[in-house]
Nanobody, 118 residues
Framework: VQLVESGGGLVQPGGSLTLSCAAS????????MSWYRQGSGKERELVAS????????HYSNSVKGRFTISRDNAKNTAYLQMTSLKPEDTAIYFC????????????WGQGTQVIVSS
């Protein structure tokens, strides 16, 4: 089982980035996909999630209207499109997969760094 995030980097305030999470080793379509982030000295927090069947989405208040989560089951990949980035969005971003019916089956990626700075 593997979740591999990519797409992080340095971006100026107001800029955009799209993160990808490539999954392998499990049935991607059966899992809820989520993005979390952890800033320096902060706890890990949920940013956004997308369900497996109906593609229902949920966003934290801090990113609502700026970030968009999506998934492509044919490519076993989840995405996080981030726009209007702010310095406070600086963090390591992790993707997480949780089985829709057996929540003990969960997997984490290794994270990708996003730095928002001028």
């Amino acid at each position: 089982v593997q979740l591999v995030e990519s797409g992080g980097g340095l971006v100026q305030p107001g800029g955009s980035l799209t993160l990808s999470c490539a999954a392998s080793g499990f049935t991607f379509g059966d899992y809820i996909m989520s993005w979390y982030r952890q800033g320096s000295g902060k706890e890990r927090e949920l940013v956004a999630s997308i369900s497996s069947g109906t593609y229902n989405t949920h966003y934290s208040n801090s990113v609502k209207g700026r970030f968009t989560i999506s998934r492509d089951n044919a490519k076993n990949t989840a995405y996080l499109q981030m726009t209007s980035l702010k310095p406070e969005d600086t963090a390591i971003y992790f993707c997480k997969a949780v089985h829709t019916y057996t929540t003990s089956r969960e997997y984490w990626g290794q994270g990708t760094q996003v730095i928002v700075s001028s």
